[in-house]
C-alpha cells in the first residue's frame, strides 16, 4: 500500500502502484518487454500514469537505445539469410530501383532504413520470390504464376514433410478456397512439386469442400 501517492481523481490515500508488462515481437530479432506502472486508486478504480514512466511510443522508437538494438539485429539477421540463399544485396538493389550500397550502408554504417524500407525487407525475407516478380517488371499475369508456383511448391513440400493427406490438410470448419490443379507423378507415382502442370482456366471458389485435385 503506497499511503504516499493520492489519487488525482478522487484525492485518495487508498492507492497502491501496479507494474504490467507488454510484450513486443521484433520480427527477425528478439521480443522487446515494457513495463508501465501506473498509480491505482482502489476507492475509484482510476490508474494513472507515474510522473517517470516511459510513453510505449519512445518506447517503441530510436530514442530507446534496446528497441534500436533489436532493428539492427533484424537487419544483420535478414541480409545473412540473403547471403545464405545466395542472394546478394546488389541483386536487390538493381531489382527494385535501390541506389547502389544501401543495404550495406544498413549493416555496415549502422543508419537505420526507415519504416517503409525496414518493412520492404521483412516481406523480402519472407517471400523471396518478389526478387522474380521485380525481374519480370511486375508483370501482373507472370507475377501470379511466379506466386502460384512457390506456395504450390511449399504446399506440396508440407504435406509431404507432415504426411497427410491433402483432404485432411483442408478439413476446415470454416470456408476455405478450393480449386482443381492437374499435375503429374514422377516414374515413382510421386508428385514432383517442381513439375505442376499448371492450366490457364485454374478456377478458385469459396465452398465448403476439401481441396481436390487430379493427374494426368
Known amino acids: 500500500m503506497q499511503t504516499n501517492h493520492f489519487c488525482e481523481c478522487c484525492g485518495s490515500s487508498n492507492t497502491e502502484i501496479r507494474t504490467s508488462s ?3 515481437p521484433i520480427p527477425f530479432s528478439d521480443t522487446l518487454e515494457y513495463k508501465n506502472s501506473v498509480l491505482h486508486c ?3 478504480g ?3 500514469d507515474l510522473e517517470d514512466s516511459v510513453p ?3 518506447f517503441l522508437s530510436t530514442e530507446n537505445p534496446q528497441y534500436t538494438e533489436a532493428i539492427q539485429k ?6 545473412s539469410d540473403f ?3 545466395e542472394i546478394s544485396q546488389s541483386h536487390i538493389e538493381r531489382s527494385f530501383g535501390i541506389p547502389a550500397r544501401t543495404l550495406s550502408k544498413w549493416r555496415n554504417d549502422r543508419n537505420l532504413p526507415s519504416a517503409a524500407a525496414l518493412s520492404f525487407l521483412r516481406i523480402l525475407r519472407t517471400f523471396p520470390w518478389l526478387l522474380n516478380v521485380a525481374e519480370k517488371n511486375f508483370n501482373k499475369e507472370k507475377s501470379h504464376r511466379i506466386a502460384l508456383k512457390h506456395e ?3 504446399f506440396f513440400q508440407e504435406i509431404e514433410e507432415k504426411g497427410i493427406a ?3 490438410y483442408f478439413s476446415l470448419e470454416t470456408n476455405c478456397a478450393t480449386c482443381k490443379i492437374e499435375i503429374k507423378k514422377d516414374e515413382k507415382n510421386e508428385i514432383d512439386p517442381n513439375k505442376i502442370v499448371y492450366n490457364d482456366k485454374i478456377d478458385f471458389q469459396r465452398k465448403n469442400s476439401a481441396f481436390k485435385y487430379g493427374e494426368i
Do not use: G
Open 152 to 154: 504450390l511448391q511449399s
Open 42 to 44: 482502489n476507492d475509484c
Open 46 to 48: 482510476e490508474d494513472v
Open 74 to 79: 533484424s537487419i544483420d539477421v535478414i541480409l
Open 22 to 24: 507488454r510484450y513486443f
Open 166 to 168: 491433402v483432404d485432411t
Open 83 to 85: 547471403q545464405q540463399m
Open 56 to 58: 510505449v511510443e519512445s
